[in-house]
């Protein structure tokens, strides 16, 4: 296909895959700056016509999610309680990934942290044009932005009933790839850190099991501790207590729910005497930055998270176009990191 002639009689490509195209790539075609770009397709005043005509001509023809007139701003919704309640850095990065990717494209991105009991009663406002809910499942909300038509995207969680779009790393993959990784290295004897009220982290357990049930290993309710919250100090306190009622040779090795409990689950066991992975070996999830740095670095199964965040801007920016009806699941690749905290089982 023939391409648009840029500044200079520069050639940009006018198939480039959507999702690729940045704000520059259009300002460069029109030749123009990236600000005057960003202000004629959001709309602001102070653009002679023709210039305006010209910039979304080439956005458009050059796929550029973000040549979408009217999209005043992207809002991210986020459970106040959830905030609170986990690890930040994981957050942190999927944020990154979602404002690196709305600046590129020259979209605003607010941010409202919704109490539970508020979600009932939260009514869309005019200056938003589509929602990102970040680790939200909450019922009523997917079932009354869905009933009003009004674009939205699930990040880092799933809908069952497809009735939104979601975006999440693939976590069954993932709970299998840290199950299988301890199996082969002889463990039996799994303990599993879990947090069932989240439907992500039910994926990561039902993978681990399958992994498990290939080698047959059978499932035991009575290895599996079910957190309130997926924190370092509720990990450290579980563990401890296990280790205090059950003993030292009740488990050889613990599967977290995500990298913040597993640093819990070493400091207990580093507190009890037991060395890792020596007596207990030790494997999370997420592979957040502080993971390779801690006392013991951290075998973990990685998850590209700033690329969540930004598929999940990409995807909301498609569902506003109305391009696609069809609400869609996308998981993305995950993949183990063995570093020092998983060995062999310990002989007796």
């Known amino acids: 296909m023939a391409g648009l002639d840029g500044p200079s009689g520069k050639k940009v490509n006018a198939a480039t895959p959507a999702g690729r195209v940045t704000l520059r790539d259009v300002a460069e075609a029109v030749g123009v700056s990236i ?199 509720l990990a450290f306190k579980a563990v401890k207590e296990r280790l205090e009622t059950k003993g030292h040779d009740d488990f050889t090795a613990i599967l977290c729910c995500n990298d913040d409990c597993a640093f819990g689950a070493i400091a207990a066991l580093t507190e009890a005497g037991l060395s890792v992975p020596g007596d207990v070996s030790v494997v999370g999830f997420d592979d957040i930055p502080t993971a390779a740095l801690n006392s013991v670095p951290l075998t973990t199964i990685r998850v590209e998270a700033e690329d969540i965040g930004a598929r999940s801007i990409n995807r909301l920016v498609e569902r506003i176009r109305g391009q696609d009806k069809l609400a869609t699941y996308t998981e993305t690749a995950v993949s183990l990191v063995v570093r020092s905290s998983t060995g062999p089982v310990r002989t007796t």
């Open 35 to 233: 600000s005057t770009a960003s202000r004629a397709l959001a709309g602001a005043p102070g653009i002679s016509g023709d210039v305006r005509s010209r910039i979304q001509s080439a956005a458009e023809r050059l796929n550029y999610l973000g040549a979408v007139p009217g999209i005043a701003q992207i809002t991210l919704l986020s459970d106040l309680h959830l905030a609170e309640s986990t690890t930040g850095e994981f957050m942190l990065a999927v944020q990154r990934g979602m404002e690196k990717r709305a600046r590129e494209l020259g979209l605003a991105l607010s941010m409202k942290l919704v109490a539970p009991s508020a979600r009932t009663r939260l009514e869309p406002d005019d200056e938003t044009s589509g929602y990102l809910l970040f680790s939200m499942q909450d019922e009523d909300l997917i079932q009354g932005l869905h009933e009003r038509g009004i674009p939205a995207v699930i990040v880092n969680g799933r809908e069952p009933l497809m009735r939104l779009d979601a975006v999440a790393p693939a976590n069954r993959t993932g709970g299998y790839l840290g199950a299988h990784h301890l199996v082969e290295l002889g463990h039996r004897r799994i303990l599993t850190l879990s947090h069932s009220r989240r439907p992500t982290i039910r994926d990561r357990i039902a993978g681990s099991r399958k992994a498990m049930r290939e080698t047959g290993i059978g499932e035991a309710d009575d290895l599996t501790i079910d957190l309130e919250a997926m924190r370092s100090n």
